[in-house]
Structure formats: structure tokens, C-alpha cells
């Protein structure tokens, strides 16, 4: 069964420093999402993209948040300067079309020190 | 704004037992809902999607329903079992299209052997 494959697993980084998060969506997919959870809360909505622009963000997803899908299989979330708040599990998520279901990767799991 | 919850937190039952997990949305114009099961410290594993216009779907022990006027889902799983131990997430989408999934905060499942 296709999956979504998101690298690293686990990544740590001191506060300030940037950080670059990838997955690869499943491959006739059209339409891209990254989520986190913070320990022991629930799991929230960062971004959506589609047709090569973002199509909706959340809040949380301020000016030191960025998308791109740099090929035709890459998709990636930058963090710019990191906060010790933005420790969490970060997931891509990929579908079909705006009907099917998603399908979510098994996650990056990053700690700001 | 679209709120989800989940109700119970926490649920602990003997194998063999049949359950229910419910969530509710506040918002009843949704598009469809997916049930999700995620194991500690991993990703998100779909289980169910039931789309605004069915009523139930059905996978194996899992039985999913949707009552979209009164805002509620349930999930039953027949027959349980020590390796269904997880926590079980309902998301649901406002529309199609690249929209976002609002997640209620889980049903943590322990099953006794």
C-alpha cells in the first residue's frame, strides 16, 4: 500500500537554528497538509497546499513557517528560527482529491533544546 | 469554529469485549469524517471514512456511524482485542477540496488480555 514518507524520524536542534523537515507524499496525490501535536494535545492543522500555492494556514503558521515542493516529489516545511514551543510531532499528510481521505506519515519527532 | 471532542478520554475493558467511542462536532455542515488510530509515539493510521451523505461504514470489527444532524459519530469495535490497544482520533472536514481536518483529542483504548 502506498505511504507518506516523512524524514527524519526524530530531529533535535538548539533554539534559533533552522530546521527543514521532508516527506514524500504519496505520488498521484494532488493535494499536501502538514499537522503537529504537541505532547499530549490534540493534533492541529498547519498548512495546506495545492497546485503549487498554499491553500488555507492556520495561525500557527506565522512568517517563520514555509512550504515548497522543490521537485516533483518533495514536499517541505521550513521552521526559520525554532522556539522551544515549536517541540513537537510534526506530520505530513497527502490526498487524492478534496473527497478521498488523507494519509498521514509516520511523523517527525523534533526537540528544541 | 468547529470544536471536536471525544468522549471517554480513557477506556480500559477485558478482552473480548465489544465497545463504542464517540465523538461529537459542534459544526454539522461537514464534508466527511475519518477515524484514525495511533499508536505511542508513531503516526496516524486511517481506519474510516465516512463520507457526509452515508451512514455507516464497515471494516473488519470496526463498524463506523455518522449522524450528521445531531453531530455524532461512533466507533464500534467487535470482539476486542490486546493488539487494538490505542488511542483512536475522529477528524472531521468542513468541505472538499484542500481543507483541513479539526481532530478531537483522542480515546486512549486499553485492552486487557
Known amino acids: 500500500e502506498p505511504e507518506v514518507t516523512q524524514t527524519p524520524s526524530h530531529q533535535v536542534t538548539q533554539m534559533g537554528q533552522e530546521v527543514i523537515l521532508r516527506c514524500v507524499p504519496i505520488s498521484n496525490h494532488l493535494y499536501f497538509y502538514w499537522y503537529r501535536q504537541i505532547l499530549g494535545q490534540k493534533v492541529e492543522f498547519l498548512v495546506s497546499f495545492y497546485n503549487n500555492e498554499i491553500s488555507e494556514k492556520s495561525e500557527i503558521f506565522d512568517d517563520q513557517f514555509s512550504v515548497e515542493r522543490p521537485d516533483g516529489s518533495n514536499f517541505t516545511l521550513k521552521i526559520r528560527s525554532t522556539k522551544l514551543e515549536d517541540s513537537a510531532m510534526y506530520f505530513c499528510a497527502s490526498s487524492a482529491t478534496g473527497a478521498h481521505g488523507y494519509t498521514f506519515g509516520s511523523g517527525t519527532r523534533l526537540t528544541v533544546v | 469554529k468547529q470544536e471536536v471532542t471525544q468522549i471517554p478520554a480513557a477506556l480500559s475493558v477485558p478482552e473480548g469485549e465489544n465497545l463504542v467511542l464517540n465523538c461529537s462536532f459542534t459544526d454539522s455542515a461537514i464534508y466527511n469524517l475519518q477515524w484514525f488510530r495511533q499508536d505511542p509515539g508513531k503516526g496516524l493510521t486511517s481506519l474510516l471514512l465516512i463520507q457526509s451523505s452515508q451512514r455507516e461504514q464497515t471494516s473488519g470489527r470496526l463498524n463506523a456511524s455518522l449522524d450528521k444532524s445531531s453531530g455524532r459519530s461512533t466507533l464500534y469495535i467487535a470482539a476486542s482485542q490486546p493488539g487494538d490497544s490505542a488511542t483512536y482520533l475522529c477528524?472531521?472536514?468542513?468541505?472538499?477540496?484542500?481543507?483541513?481536518?479539526?481532530f478531537g483529542q483522542g480515546t486512549r483504548l486499553t485492552i486487557n488480555p
Open positions: 477528524a472531521v472536514r468542513r468541505d472538499q477540496g484542500a481543507q483541513k481536518l479539526v
